[in-house]
């Protein structure tokens, strides 16, 4: 394993385990979306942008103003991608949400052939069709109620989240680390005209601080530079751990069951995407090798 390769390891399975208990703090948390998205965001990127003041110092506007069109739509669909994730839990479980999140990085292939005309291999196509299939048992069990609108808000989220992926990889030689902090007070801004804040006890505030200043910018944070360096097959397997990790938090501390619907098709997603990744870097390998 080479230096950077070791660094955008570390730095992206850093990233990863961070977000890992964010599911359960938002859980905890217990306040509506808007009141959950304004604080987050208010909190998270503040340090976001403090921290890349203290270390870009006298460059700290520059790099803003670098950002440029494409940087002020990665603001544009951060904030969107908070407000639809954080409304997504009001509505359907923890592990829908996380199952149907990691199906982000097949989206991104398909964003990424329509913007770019990258190709799609056949393992990608496969690969699709499968997730799709998981999606779909997953889906059957929130037909019969409001879960499916929940549902569909993790699909919206992952959506954008691929399209910002797909401009972030397309534009890697702008830092993007302000444009995550600028997208979080985006967010605030937007969720203060909706929001309800209700009377917190200490559990939720605590759950709301320990997110917004910690899990959320830290994760960011690692989770925008560590692809930096890793391919990118290698950072999709690595961020199926949260999909796994983040329902058992929250099955273990609060005893949200997902049900066997979420159980059986996120398994079949799991499973499709982990092959998925590992026969694409088995692929990258072999070219890199030549």
């Known amino acids: ?46 340090v976001i942008l403090l921290g890349f003041a203290l270390y870009a110092r006298s460059e700290f506007f520059g790099a803003v103003r670098n950002l440029g069109g494409w940087g002020a739509l990665v603001c544009v669909l951060q904030a969107a991608c908070a407000i639809a994730f954080y409304a997504a839990f009001s509505y359907t479980s923890v592990a829908n949400v996380l199952v149907i999140f990691a199906c982000t990085p097949l989206i991104a292939a398909v964003l990424s052939k329509m913007i770019f005309n990258e190709g799609i291999s056949n393992a990608t196509r496969w690969a699709i069709v499968g997730a799709a299939l998981g999606l779909m048992v997953v889906a059957s069990g929130s037909l019969d109620s409001i879960q499916w609108f929940g549902d569909s808000l993790a699909l919206l989220n992952a959506t954008m989240l691929a399209l910002l992926y797909t401009i972030l990889r397309g534009h890697r030689e702008i830092n993007m680390v302000p444009a995550a902090g600028i997208g979080l007070l985006l967010t605030a801004v937007v969720a203060l005209m909706f929001a309800k804040f209700p009377v917190m006890d200490s559990v939720q505030w605590a759950s709301l601080v320990l997110a917004g200043l910690v899990v959320l910018p830290l994760a960011l944070v690692l989770m925008t530079l560590g692809p930096r360096y890793l391919p990118a097959p290698e950072v999709a397997m690595i961020s199926l751990l949260e999909a796994v990790l983040g ?32 026969v694409r870097l088995r692929s990258e390998g072999r070219q890199v090798s030549r």
Do not use: C, Y
């Open 1 to 46: 394993m080479g230096g950077e390769h070791r660094k955008g390891f570390w730095l992206t399975l850093g990233g990863v385990l961070a977000f890992t208990p964010d599911s359960l703090l938002i859980r905890l948390t217990a306040v509506d979306s808007f009141t959950l998205a304004f604080g987050r965001g208010i909190l998270g990127g503040t």
């Open 247 to 278: 329902p058992l938090w929250v099955w273990w501390v609060i005893g949200e069951n997902p049900g066997w619907q979420t159980i059986a098709g996120g398994s079949v997603v799991i499973v499709v995407l982990m092959v998925h990744s590992a």
